[in-house]
Structures are given as structure tokens and as C-alpha cells.
């Protein structure tokens, strides 16, 4: 995806292939003499890591529906018999629920990579909204996945959310029965969320394709925030990348392994195997973790139409990062102001989730509040007024100077003598 | 010299880390010991040992088989448990009977069946296939008889739980710390430790019992005390051959025995879990090194001079 490939296949048969339809070259200047700049860290591996992940979810997904059955009547029966019944049935079920929390682990470390690194930036507008739009994709995913198993979390999780299109003025009320197909949240319900959490997922796979696409075009920021100036700067995907990547994903897949095998439903919620019932509403009812902060943003306002409005800007205002954050420096390595708002931007945001798991009391409705304001302060004040006020430290001149040190950047010198290899572990 | 330093300070901060989880401990222990009530009345069920519990967790088969029991002549009486099977009961994993125990079994049930090619229901004896039939046709009658519905036993261990708050329940995720047998420990809480004497004052309305591990509406629970159906209120058994195996029957070992079974009915896949889980942990744990063995190979001498690409 980066300009004409220099690929020639070795076989005759390859070459009458490639003249006719160019994939193998595609895929050749892509994922193998792809040129990434060399000083990425592991926090550069969390792409891969997701794009891993977005397929064991797909294919444990794909089968899991051969077993279930989307009926307000049957669906609980139908997990349960996946459970005990299909082979390995449960090993695909704890697969899929704790893939899911795997998933938003993951895209939550990719995505405050990208704020740390400036990875948003010029001329990274469209990678970064693209990523955006995969965030919400995935959120509307998981909610309608949670929804499926038809437990009692479930089923009150889909009537909470959904009554929240009823503050919208005027047609609040049509909307929602419009969503539940009905008067409640119940049978034709679960089918829709069935069938939209089967198509989301591909959805979310065309939009990496075009993820990835953006970001083939002007490469892969990196640490040091500076632009790949000549050939010493970069290394080709394959096999540097290609064997880092598949290092990182092995070593997350033993921590996803630890919770599949060992504590299936830690992230769960007890309530959920207890089936669905519309007259017993749970003493509390609370979403998935990686839910938690926008629920506490929800909770924080005392009327409903604003709670949900400050609630979707939360995350709508990711989608106009690139244009808040002012500096112009990307890498947070050379931001020391900058670098303490992140952190506490981050602890931030844990505390929300903890704020969003509690039951609501003064206490945590002020803390939730205090959480709140900074949240909107750090994209809204914060940023846009750091890129102006705060004296960066001095950038380095290019990659190669920023990973062998000055005395590196002297390109003649020889090999084994210079700085320790600088790679973050 | 150098050394010596670094060796004093390791054994100072080992030390020092050991006192430190021997208090945490002893407080933890002093917090166990007091199975009492906090300040709103309620008992907080505490973690028990079970077999099953870790990493190398198995269920212990005569632990299963006497649960069984109780559960059949004692449970089963109210409760429902439609998501097991009889051949579970004989599948590797659980209890383990015999296939031909299990057959004699499910035959003592009369199973509605049908319709027969003349359009009639009739009653067959249970197979092993049959789900565990309940004592009642549907929940109307047993909330007529009862006064409530018992909740389904199948489930039950995973749908009860233990809240220990934060930070606590972060470290139930953890190796070595890992907890998944809450509804265990809340189960044998409840029947072994929650019915007791309700406070002064307070009157218990009838058809209803005080039970302290019970959350909300004064800890009433309408179950009476399953433990008061096979023991005298001296704790002496009804049925001191109660187990066939010659476990003597205690109250505590009665409570134990059966969370172990319901944990069972609930995760019967749990043995074959976690002996996989092992294999894949070992084998990722192999495949990451060479990995980063690989890995490391690849990218020797990178960062020491322009690469030669």
C-alpha cells in the first residue's frame, strides 16, 4: 500500500498471476519490505495484537452462533448447552467473553500510545479518526455481545442503555420502541442485537483494511515523533517487525490464556447466570469494566439528556484531538509538561471506572464529577493551551541520532562500538 | 565487597517483605476467625479450602458423591437443576458413578413423555439423556406449595457471589491469588453460618427465617435452614449412616460437601479446564522464549551501526 512494488515472482505461474492481479506484490510491500521506522517500542505492537484479536473474536464467534439460538426463550438454555454439551464448547465461550475484555485492554494501551506519541498528527488526521470510528464499532459490539447470553445483566444492560435514546426531546419515546421493537426490551430485541453483533464485526474489519491503508501511506510515527529521513532510519517489516510482533502477541496470549483457563469470570458478573427476568431488577446494574468511566460520566450529570450528551462527547471528543492538541512537537518523550497532565489524565480515567463500578452515593458523585471536569479540561483547556505555553526539549535531529545517541549519528561508525541497543522492553 | 551490600539489602527487603504478608496475613486470619458480623448485621462468607481450588484444582470424587446425596435427598425435595443431565453424573470430570448406577438411577423418575403416534402423553422411566426432573410441573405450583420459586441449582454456584471491593477483587485475578470459588464459599456461608437467632427485638415474619449472609430486606431468607432437616438443634445427625461411604456426617461437612457438588453441576468442565489450561500456559511459555530468543538473533547489532538493508 505504499506506491508501485518492486515484487517479481520467482514462478512462472506467479508471474502470470501477478500481471493479472497484483495482490501478492501488495502484500509484499506491505507486510514484508514495509519500511518502519527502527526505534518503535512495544507499545507499537498493540496493532498487531489487536488485529489478532479481532480475529480469534470472529472465529470464535462464527462458531459460537452454529450453537446458539437468538430467542428470548432459548438463549440462556442455548449458552448453558454450549457449556456442557458441544465440545469444547466452553473453552469458545470463556475464549470469546474474555477475548472481548482482551480486546478493549488492548485498544485502550493503542490508543494512549497514540496520545503519549502525538500519533494523531499531521499528516495522521485520517489514521486516527479511522481509528475512532473502529472504537465505536467495537463499543456497540460488545454492548450487543453482552446482551446475547440473555442473563439478567443482559437484559436489564440492554434496558438501561437503551432507555437512554429516550432523552432525546420530542421523539425520545419512538425511538426506543423502535430500537426494542416493541414495548420493552425482549424477543425481537435480542434477534436485532443478534444479527448486528454478527455484522459489526466485519464492518470493524474494513475499517483496519482502511486503518492500515492510512497508515501505510505516511508510515508509522515512533517514538521520537520525527519523520523517517533516509534508509538508516527504518528497518523492513519483515523479518524485523514481523518476529517482534509475533513475539508480543505470543506474550499477550499467555496473559489472555491465564484468564480463559484459571479465572474465566473474573471480568463477568455473577448476575448473568441468573436467566433474563423483565420483574426482577437487579439490586445493581452495572456494565462491563471497560464501560465503567462513560457510565460514571453518565451518573455524574443530575438530569438525563445532558448525562447522555456529556456522555457520547466523552468519546466524540477523540475525533477532534488532532486539531485540540496544539503542540508542535508530537513525541510526549519531549514534553515534560505535557507528559504529567497524560499521567494524570490516565489515573483519571482508571478513576472514573472505579467511580462507575460503585454504588452512587455523595461521595462518588462529587469525585465523579471532579474526574469529569478534568477529563474535558484536558482536551479542552489543557491542550489546546500546552501546545502554545510549554517550552519542548530539544527534538532529535533524526531516528538513527535519537536511537544511537549523537555519537551514533556519525553514520560511518563501525559496527559493535556505540550506544546499547535503546529498544523499551 | 560490592556484593556483600547487595546481599545485606536483598535479605533486609525480604525480610522486610515478609513481615509485612505476615501482618497482612494475621489480619486477614484475625478477620477469618471472626466469622461475626459487621456492622450491618451481615456475615461476610470467607474463603474455604477446596480441592478445586488453583491452578492444579480437582474435584474430589467422594466429595461429589456424597454431595450428591444430599443434594438428591435433600435439595432436589425444592429446588430444580434444569440444566443438569443424569450422565453427567458418570462423565469424567464429576461424580463418576457408574453408567449402570447412573441408568438405575435416572429409572427411578417417571419422565412425561410424548405425544405417543395415538397423540397421547404418557409417563417412561428417566434415561440417562434426561435433564434432572423437578419435583414440581411448573413454577406456579411450586410457588403455590413453597411460597416462592427455589432458585434453578444448576447455575447457582456461578450465580452467587462474594463481593470483596477494591482493591481486593484485583488480586482474585492474580496467579497464586486467583479465586473463582465465591459462590462455593458464599454457599456453605449461607447454609453452615447465616441461620442463627434473629437480634433482639426483631420479629421474623412466618414463612420466613433470619439468615445473616442474606444482603437486604433483614437478612430474610424463605428457605428454612436445610441443615435443621437432618440435625437435632444439639447438632446430633438424624441419620448418623447417613453417608454410605463412612464419612461421619457433621453439619460442617454436610454445608462443605454440597457447595463442592453445586460447584460441579455449575462447571463441570472445570478438571478439563484447567489441565488444559496448564499444557497451553507451558506451551506459550516455550514458544515465547524461542520467540524472543529469534527475536533477539534478528535484531543483534541494529542499533550499533547502520543497518545493511
Known amino acids: ?425 | 565487597m560490592k556484593f556483600t551490600t547487595t546481599w545485606k539489602r536483598l535479605r533486609l527487603a525480604a525480610a522486610s517483605l515478609m513481615t509485612a504478608s505476615l501482618l497482612v496475613g494475621a489480619t486477614s486470619l484475625s478477620v477469618a476467625a471472626a466469622t461475626k458480623l459487621n456492622a450491618e448485621g451481615l456475615i461476610i462468607p470467607q474463603r474455604q479450602n477446596w480441592s478445586f481450588a488453583g491452578v492444579f484444582g480437582r474435584y474430589d470424587r467422594a466429595q461429589l458423591q456424597r454431595g450428591f446425596k444430599v443434594f438428591h435427598d435433600v435439595c432436589s425435595q425444592c429446588h430444580a437443576a434444569s440444566h443438569l443431565t443424569f450422565r453427567e453424573l458418570s462423565e469424567p470430570g464429576g461424580p463418576e458413578f457408574t453408567k449402570a448406577q447412573v441408568k438405575a438411577l435416572a429409572a427411578t423418575y417417571k419422565i412425561k413423555d410424548g405425544p405417543n403416534d395415538q397423540g397421547e402423553m404418557f409417563t417412561r422411566p428417566g434415561k440417562p439423556s434426561d435433564p434432572w426432573p423437578w419435583t414440581f410441573p411448573n413454577d406456579e405450583s411450586a410457588k403455590s406449595a413453597l411460597g416462592a420459586v427455589p432458585p434453578d441449582m444448576s447455575l447457582l454456584a456461578k450465580a452467587r457471589t462474594v463481593e470483596y471491593g477494591f482493591p481486593y477483587f484485583l488480586a482474585e485475578g492474580l496467579p497464586f491469588f486467583e479465586d473463582e470459588e465465591q459462590g462455593p464459599d458464599y454457599i456453605y456461608a449461607l447454609i453452615k453460618q447465616g441461620y442463627m437467632d434473629p437480634p433482639k427485638g426483631m420479629k421474623v415474619p412466618s414463612g420466613l427465617y433470619y439468615n445473616a449472609v442474606i444482603q437486604g430486606s433483614n437478612h430474610l431468607i424463605k428457605m428454612p435452614s436445610p441443615l435443621a432437616m437432618m440435625f437435632d438443634s444439639a447438632g446430633k445427625p438424624n441419620d448418623p449412616k447417613f453417608y454410605t461411604d463412612g464419612t461421619p456426617i457433621t453439619e460442617d461437612q454436610v454445608a462443605r460437601d454440597v457447595s463442592a457438588f453445586l460447584m460441579w453441576a455449575a462447571e463441570p468442565k472445570l478438571e478439563q479446564r484447567k489441565r488444559m489450561g496448564f499444557n497451553v500456559l507451558v506451551f506459550l511459555g516455550v514458544f515465547a522464549t524461542l520467540l524472543y530468543l529469534v527475536k533477539r538473533k534478528v535484531w543483534a547489532g541494529v542499533h550499533d551501526a547502520p543497518p545493511s538493508v
Open chain 1, 1 to 425: 500500500m505504499s506506491g508501485p512494488s518492486t515484487y517479481v515472482p520467482k514462478s512462472a505461474f506467479g508471474r502470470w498471476f501477478e500481471q493479472r492481479l497484483p495482490i501478492m506484490g501488495l502484500m509484499h510491500s506491505s507486510f514484508i519490505v514495509f519500511p518502519n521506522p527502527r526505534n518503535l517500542n512495544y507499545f507499537w505492537t498493540f496493532g498487531g495484537i489487536l488485529s489478532f484479536m479481532l480475529v480469534a473474536q470472529i472465529l470464535t464467534g462464527v462458531t459460537l452462533a452454529m450453537h446458539y439460538v437468538p430467542d428470548a426463550r432459548l438463549a440462556f438454555n442455548s449458552v448453558e448447552h454450549i457449556m456442557r454439551d458441544v465440545n469444547y464448547g466452553w473453552l469458545l465461550r470463556y475464549m470469546h467473553a474474555n477475548g472481548a475484555t482482551m480486546f478493549f485492554l488492548a485498544v485502550y494501551i493503542h490508543m494512549l500510545r497514540g496520545l503519549y506519541y502525538g500519533s494523531y498528527k499531521a499528516p495522521r488526521e485520517v489514521l486516527w479518526l479511522l481509528g475512532v470510528i473502529i472504537f465505536l464499532l467495537m463499543m456497540a459490539t460488545a454492548f450487543m455481545g453482552y446482551v446475547l447470553p440473555w442473563g439478567q445483566m443482559s437484559f436489564w444492560g440492554a434496558t438501561v442503555i437503551t432507555n437512554l435514546f429516550s432523552a432525546i426531546p420530542v421523539f425520545g419515546n419512538y425511538v426506543t420502541a423502535w430500537l426494542w421493537g416493541g414495548f420493552s426490551v425482549g424477543d425481537p430485541t435480542l434477534n436485532r442485537f443478534f444479527s448486528l453483533h454478527y455484522l459489526l464485526p466485519f464492518m470493524i474489519a474494513g475499517v483496519v483494511i482502511l486503518h492500515i491503508w492510512a497508515l501505510h501511506v505516511p508510515g508509522s510515527n515512533n517514538p521520537a515523533g520525527v519523520e523517517p529521513k533516509s534508509s538508516k532510519d527504518t528497518l523492513p517489516f519483515h523479518p524485523y517487525f514481523t518476529i517482534k510482533d509475533g513475539f508480543a502477541v505470543v506474550v499477550f496470549m499467555i496473559f489472555f490464556a491465564w484468564f480463559v483457563f484459571f479465572v474465566p469470570n473474573f471480568f463477568g458478573h455473577a448476575d448473568n447466570y441468573n436467566p433474563a427476568n423483565p420483574l426482577v431488577t437487579p439490586q445493581e446494574i452495572v456494565p462491563e469494566w471497560y464501560f465503567l468511566p462513560y457510565y460514571a460520566i453518565l451518573r455524574s450529570i443530575p438530569y438525563k439528556l445532558p448525562g447522555v450528551l456529556t456522555m457520547f462527547a466523552s468519546i466524540a471528543v477523540f475525533a477532534f484531538l488532532p486539531w485540540l492538541d496544539t503542540s508542535r512537537v508530537r513525541s510526549g518523550t519531549y514534553r515534560p509538561v505535557f507528559k504529567v497532565f497524560f499521567w494524570v489524565f490516565v489515573l483519571c480515567g482508571i478513576g472514573l471506572g472505579y467511580i462507575g463500578s460503585q454504588r452512587v452515593s455523595d461521595a462518588t458523585i462529587l469525585a465523579g464529577r471532579l474526574l469529569l471536569t478534568y477529563y474535558f479540561v484536558f482536551f479542552l483547556v489543557i491542550l489546546p493551551l500546552l501546545g502554545l505555553l510549554e517550552t519542548p526539549r530539544q527534538v532529535p535531529a533524526s531516528i538513527s541520532a535519537a536511537v544511537l545517541g549523537a555519537k551514533g549519528a556519525a553514520a560511518a561508525m563501525p559496527r559493535g562500538v556505540g550506544a546499547e541497543p535503546s529498544v523499551k522492553g
